[in-house]
């Protein structure tokens, strides 16, 4: 996809952030009377990260975005904008993209929040992206940070056992035409009271059978969209990197998708389901251990509360 100038767009640099605590399936096994088999064997997370109280959202958010201005060799005063990817920031702790906007120094940077809860990085990356084809900026800042562990009922099975902390972040800059595919989207808009937050407690609930019906039967159709509209064949995916909502549901869309030689990101196991951050996360963690090198194709799907989903094609930095 290109604009009327013919300016492309790319992934220059990543970065991430995992708080120091790990909350393991068997001590969450101990607090509801049920095995780390019976939990690990419904969501496939052993560990799920939980933030400390200093933790907060934008302090992650900027922990993450200040590795991957250095992965990028971006100066921080070269940034035009900053989106920040979130569904779990308290509003009274102010806007997340001004604070980290402020903390990296960037201070010629518009800045925004963005709420498409775990789709939340592939819509705000398709934004960058267009915004730099556009000429509106030549780098962006998009960071997802999360720290469900403030939003979970902590007496909630349901959702206790799958949700953890962190924050993962990206560099958009210019870059060829096929380095950032257009995105598919969509949502499920009928739906959205399948996940909400309850207006007494202020706490998630989710209905989780039928999210994981939406989730295998809805997604994979968006993401093969993606892939054509990248002129990207299957078999060139280096990656397939889907939200970490429970690796059930990442091993059902993989298997759809049919991406064969792809490595499929399955970072959830150890870091829980990070709602926007789980997709930086999960690449990240894909290329820092060398399951994939600069230049490859990787599939990024998102989909979650709302119900929204989305997809696109990158070039991994």
């Known amino acids: 996809m290109l604009s009327e100038s013919g300016r492309g767009a790319r992934l220059r640099g990543l ?14 096994g101990r607090r509801f009377g049920r095995t780390a088999e019976w939990i690990e064997t419904r969501t496939g997370f052993v560990s799920r990260w939980t933030a400390a109280e200093h933790e907060t959202v934008a302090v992650m958010a900027t922990a993450a975005a200040n590795e991957a201005l250095t992965d990028s060799q ?22 997340v993209a001004a604070q980290v906007a402020a903390s ?49 009922d902590p007496a909630d099975l349901g959702t206790s056992i799958i949700f953890g902390d962190g924050a ?28 909400e937050i309850d207006g007494g407690t202020n706490f998630l609930r989710m209905d989780g059978q039928a999210v994981f019906r ?20 299957m078999d060139d995916l280096a990656a397939v990197v889907p939200h970490q909502a429970n690796l059930r549901i990442v091993d059902s869309l993989a298997s759809k998708i049919g ?4 490595v499929v990101a399955r970072e959830g196991a150890v870091s829980g389901n990070t709602s926007a951050a789980s997709i930086p996360l999960a690449l990240h963690a894909l290329r820092q251990r ?28």
Request: aromatic share 4%; proline share 4%.
């Open 214 to 233: 939406w989730a295998t039967t809805a997604v994979h159709p968006v993401a093969r969209s993606a892939c054509e509209r990248a002129g990207i064949e």
């Open 15 to 28: 970065g991430a952030y995992q708080p120091a605590h790990s909350l393991t399936s068997e001590e969450l």
């Open 74 to 95: 971006v100066p921080a005063e070269e940034v035009d904008l900053v989106i920040a990817a979130t569904c779990s920031n308290d509003p009274r702790a102010g806007g």
């Open 104 to 152: 990296l120094g960037a201070s010629n940077a518009g800045v925004m929040d963005l709420n498409a809860a775990c789709a939340g990085f592939c819509y705000a990356t398709a934004v960058a992206a267009d915004a730099v084809r556009a000429g509106s900026a030549h780098n962006v800042v998009v960071v997802a940070s999360e720290k469900m562990t403030d939003i979970v």
């Open 168 to 195: 993962g972040a990206a560099i958009i800059g210019l870059g060829a035409p096929s380095a950032i595919g257009p995105v598919a989207w969509g949502h499920d808009g009928a739906q959205a009271s399948l996940i």
């Open 290 to 317: 060398g399951a994939v090198e600069s230049g490859d194709h990787a599939l990024l799907i998102g989909f979650g509360a709302g119900l929204s989903l989305a997809a696109l094609v990158v070039q991994v930095p």
């Open 259 to 262: 991406a064969r030689r792809a």
